[in-house]
């Protein structure tokens, strides 16, 4: 219950801090550290989604893949521009649900399994049908999959990204990649 409440509220709490003080509050440092702060979120995008391909508890995995999402919505709030700071609100409320739904899911499976290896999960599907479809259909939002309230999000933040810093909108284009990856 810890992580529902700590993927859906409480780190949101540091990313609406940065957007409500610190950016209107410290505009001129905002814009001097901006190269700093790229480098640091697509540095964290990479390695948590590097990290996360390697894990096989499925906790772990949507503790990494929450990590390098909130590395996503900074880079949306340092763009500077309307579509980065909208689409980072929009995928801070849509991870908040998205992620302790896939937190709330893991602690179903492990309260019924005691287990939260990947690999024995194997038949999930026969035994618990309706359950493996919201699962499901909460991974895709995770992948932000084209339909959900991810994708529109991260859409935003790399449109916003593009406008002020190609480079840094190509890396955080191919982590989407690696996102795909680790949840499948």
Avoid at 45 to 73: E, G, N, P, W
Avoid at 138 to 163: A, D, R, Y
């Amino acid at each position: 219950m810890g992580s529902v409440i700590l993927a859906g509220v409480l780190l949101k709490l540091g990313t609406y801090g940065l957007l409500r003080f610190v950016i209107p509050i410290f505009c001129d440092a905002t814009y001097f550290f901006l190269p700093f702060v790229y480098t640091l979120c697509l540095l964290g995008i990479l390695y948590t989604c590097c990290s996360t391909i390697r894990q096989v508890d499925l906790k772990k995995v949507i503790a990494y893949a929450s990590v390098s999402h909130m590395s996503f919505v900074i880079l949306g709030l340092f763009s500077s521009n309307i579509q980065g700071i909208g689409g980072s609100v929009f995928l801070m409320l849509s991870h908040g649900i998205v992620s302790s739904g896939l937190f709330f899911c893991i602690g179903c499976i492990y309260d019924r399994y005691k287990t939260r290896i990947l690999r024995y999960y194997s038949g999930l599907v026969a035994t618990m049908p309706i359950f493996s479809l919201c699962l499901f259909i909460l991974i895709l939002s995770n992948i932000s999959f084209p339909g959900t309230s991810s994708f529109i999000g991260e859409f935003l933040i790399l449109v916003g990204l593009f406008e002020s810093n190609h480079f840094a909108a190509l890396i955080a284009t191919f982590s989407i990649i690696l996102t795909a990856v680790y949840s499948i």
